[in-house]
T-cell receptor, first 115, second 114 residues
Framework: NAGVTQTPKFQVLKTGQSMTLQCAQDMNHEYMSWYRQDPGMGLRLIHYSVGAGITDQGEVPNGYNVSRSTTEDFPLRLLSAAPSQTSVYFC??????????????FGNGTRLTVT | AQSVTQLDSQVPVFEEAPVELRCNYSSSVSVYLFWYVQYPNQGLQLLLKYLSGSTLVKGINGFEAEFNKSQTSFHLRKPSVHISDTAEYFCAVLYGGATNKLIFGTGTLLAVQP
């Protein structure tokens, strides 16, 4: 019972490099999202998807791209890494985007450092 | 603007003592309220939720929370904490009419000391 799987767990990038954070869920969840967690700021929504082929911006989307070609996968791309993107990134999914009674399931996070 | 406030960034408490973690939200016609817990190096897990009905909600691990509409609060309580309760606790609010775009508070670190 894997749930939400994020890879890698840790990553160090140099400024200007690009990379993709992977997220996969095996629960056939409709809704998937990416958050970043920074000290003293809680979790902030980056991008989300309500189904395959549909994505939308959250609170802090600049510098990130997403796509949702399958129900299972929701990768997050950093186009040109900046030190301000140093953070812990969480992927989360839920069964239904429209139901408040559908709790989010979180992955264990990716800790990213940009030097 | 819609917001969630957790005034206490850290709450130290001795084992077996009671604890209350505070959460306030900006007023709205309808809200759905959640508490999540994050253990070290892990993702967040749902602790409890208020959707409607009784204002006292019971969750896992002996935690409970009370929805107070007039004070726009959703404080989390436990009558007797254990060392294993040491974790970060996040209050989150889903404002009526929105999709699953939860707004999270900044978190409260509960540090249980022996």
């Amino acid at each position: 019972n894997a749930g939400v799987t994020q890879t890698p767990k840790f990553q160090v990038l140099k400024t200007g490099q690009s990379m993709t954070l992977q997220c996969a869920q095996d629960m056939n969840h409709e809704y998937m999202s990416w958050y970043r967690q920074d000290p003293g700021m809680g979790l902030r929504l980056i991008h989300y998807s309500v189904g395959a082929g549909i994505t939308d911006q959250g609170e802090v989307p600049n510098g990130y791209n997403v796509s949702r070609s399958t129900t299972e996968d929701f990768p997050l791309r950093l186009l040109s890494a900046a030190p301000s993107q140093t953070s812990v990134y969480f992927c989360a999914s839920s069964y239904s985007w429209s139901s408040y009674n559908s709790p989010l399931h979180f992955g264990n996070g990716t800790r990213l450092t940009v030097t | 603007a819609q917001s969630v406030t957790q005034l206490d960034s850290q709450v130290p408490v001795f084992e077996e003592a009671p604890v209350e973690l505070r959460c306030n939200y900006s007023s709205s016609v309808s809200v759905y309220l959640f508490w999540y817990v994050q253990y070290p190096n892990q993702g967040l897990q749902l602790l409890l939720k208020y959707l409607s009905g009784s204002t006292l909600v019971k969750g896992i691990n002996g935690f409970e929370a009370e929805f107070n509409k007039s004070q726009t609060s959703f404080h989390l309580r436990k009558p007797s904490v254990h060392i294993s309760d040491t974790a970060e606790y996040f209050c989150a609010v889903l404002y009526g009419g929105a999709t699953n775009k939860l707004i999270f508070g900044t978190g409260t670190l509960l540090a249980v000391q022996p």
